[in-house]
């Protein structure tokens, strides 16, 4: 079984940054497509970005293209997720998820989750 746990979560203001991040176990990181999701209270989890294996073909969700960045670090075990000029639209609790090979904006296709991490933006 592979483990995620997402760090870095935190309350910020309105344009200001924070960098998530999920530490994973198992020897088979490198070979897993990646990908953070949110799901604010009563809303529907929704994809935010995904990375392949590689570290290149990135992929966002519309809502956060241009002011998010996913990256990872194979030789750590750890995917990134960098968050710039943060809205209150931002607020939601973020999940790190580990798939196949291929990336997905699907939920089902993520074998495993983290435990989450809350980010809250004010105005």
């Known amino acids: 079984q592979v483990q995620l746990v997402e760090s870095g979560g935190g309350l910020v203001q309105a344009g200001g940054s924070l960098r998530l991040s999920c530490a994973a176990s198992?020897?088979?990181?490198?070979?897993?497509?990646m990908g953070w999701f949110r799901q604010a209270a009563g809303k529907e989890r929704e994809f935010v970005a995904a990375?392949?294996?590689?570290?290149?073909?990135?992929y966002y969700a519309d809502s956060v293209k241009g002011r998010f960045t996913i990256s990872r670090d194979n030789a750590k075990n750890t995917v990134y997720l960098q968050m710039n000029s943060l809205k209150p639209e931002d607020t939601a609790v973020y999940y790190c998820a580990a798939g196949p090979t291929f990336p997905s904006v699907v939920t089902g296709a993520y074998r495993y989750w983290g435990q989450g991490t809350q980010v809250t933006v004010s105005s």
């Open positions: 198992g020897r088979a990181f490198s070979t897993y497509a």
């Open positions: 990375i392949r294996w590689s570290g290149g073909s990135t």
